[in-house]
């Protein structure tokens, strides 16, 4: 049975590099524990299992890549909102200071007799829900009152983005630990599962450091499916990356490497695999053509049809373009086929 791709290796770099992220964040949980002792599985059994770990371990390395662009972004937010929080944290402490200065005058003339202790050491929040006091200072100063208020609104305003923020990225980072803890358990299960195998075995599992070989497009160039084709057998080699669209070295993910495909042949398709499985025309199995997209996991995954029962993909992180057969893992996770 032909293993889709080994991602042994790769899941290590990744469970290293989610570890990092975490332990910098200081979230980082130990995973101990071993496999359970099972019967020793048969080479078919094996080869079985070994493709739908790696199936899942995919899926997550490709979840923990979204996550780690998400988490970027949403810091970058905070550090735009905490300079933000400065500028308007200066606004606020200058009016407060002209205000109370106000404040003082009013009171020792005789204008109001309550306290202005509040005025010099309250917070925004604090000054919002006692704002009727400041409406007891002189008319004459209605415009800075105003304008305090406005600035304590949008201050508290901009500090509740700022928690908001905060909890979002102790969510993301969670969300990381989570799949980390994930990948780990399963390369853990994929490690025990292969030791019981002899070294023949585990060579025939797919687990092992193989490469691919580079091929020859055999399909004319003379249609747009061809030129497809032809496109996507050059990006052979390139490396995976998430949410690429090449090009080579830039790397492609799954989807971006079939819309490029069809792109180098005049057709403009849908960016991500779930819209190209919904938008584009479905083709049954039995009449499938070199240029048709093959559709995986619900939509999850996706790769170019080039003829001979063969497809190529961009895998996932770590692994590089590739020509595998249309068999294994391939039919069983099988959704259907649609072409452009």
């Known amino acids: 049975m032909h293993t889709p791709r080994s991602v042994h290796k790769v ?23 071993s496999a359970a002792a099972a019967p ?18 995919g899926l997550l390395d490709q979840q923990f890549d979204a996550i780690q662009v998400q988490l970027a972004s949403v810091r ?21 200071d002209e205000i109370t200065r106000i404040a003082v005058a009013d009171y020792e003339g005789g204008s109001i007799n309550t306290s202005v202790t509040m005025l010099t050491s309250g ?36 500090l509740q983005i700022e928690q908001r923020t905060v909890i979002g990225i102790k969510q993301l980072v969670s969300n990381l630990r989570q799949r980390v803890q994930a990948m780990n358990k399963m390369s853990r299960q994929e ?8 070294p023949t075995e585990q060579a025939d599992t797919g687990t092992g450091e193989t490469g691919t070989t580079p091929v020859t ?22 490396p995976y ?30 960016r991500t695999s779930e819209d190209q499985w919904a938008d584009l025309a479905a083709v049954s199995v039995n009449d499938l ?23 190529i993909q961009a895998p996932q992180t770590g692994q590089d373009v590739q020509l595998v057969a249309f068999t294994g893992w391939f039919r069983e996770n099988f959704d259907g086929a649609v072409r452009p």
């Open 11 to 33: 899941v290590r770099q990744r469970i290293a590099v989610g570890a990092a992220a975490l332990m910098g964040a200081g979230l980082l949980l130990a995973v101990t524990g």
């Open 40 to 57: 020793t599985p048969t080479l078919s059994q094996a080869e079985h299992r070994v493709t739908v770990i790696e199936a899942r371990l």
């Open 76 to 96: 970058q937010r905070l550090k735009l909102v905490k300079k933000e929080l400065g500028v308007y944290g200066a606004q606020f402490a200058d009016l407060r």
């Open 123 to 158: 917070n925004a929040q604090q000054i919002l829900n006692k704002s009727s006091m400041l409406q007891e200072l002189s008319w004459n100063n209605n415009q800075e009152i105003d304008e305090f208020l406005a600035a304590a609104r949008q201050l508290e305003n901009t």
């Open 191 to 198: 490690e025990a599962l292969v030791a019981e195998l002899s």
């Open 217 to 238: 497009d055999p399909i004319a160039t003379t249609t747009q499916a061809g030129k497809a084709v032809k496109y996507a057998y050059d990006q052979i080699g390139c």
């Open 241 to 270: 990356v998430y949410g690429g669209t090449g090009p080579c070295p830039d790397g492609f993910d799954c989807s971006g490497l079939t819309m490029m495909s069809w792109a180098a042949a005049g057709v403009a398709i849908p």
């Open 289 to 311: 053509q070199p240029g048709d997209i093959l559709v995986f996991l619900d939509g999850g995954h996706v790769g170019l049809y080039v003829g001979n029962n063969q497809l």
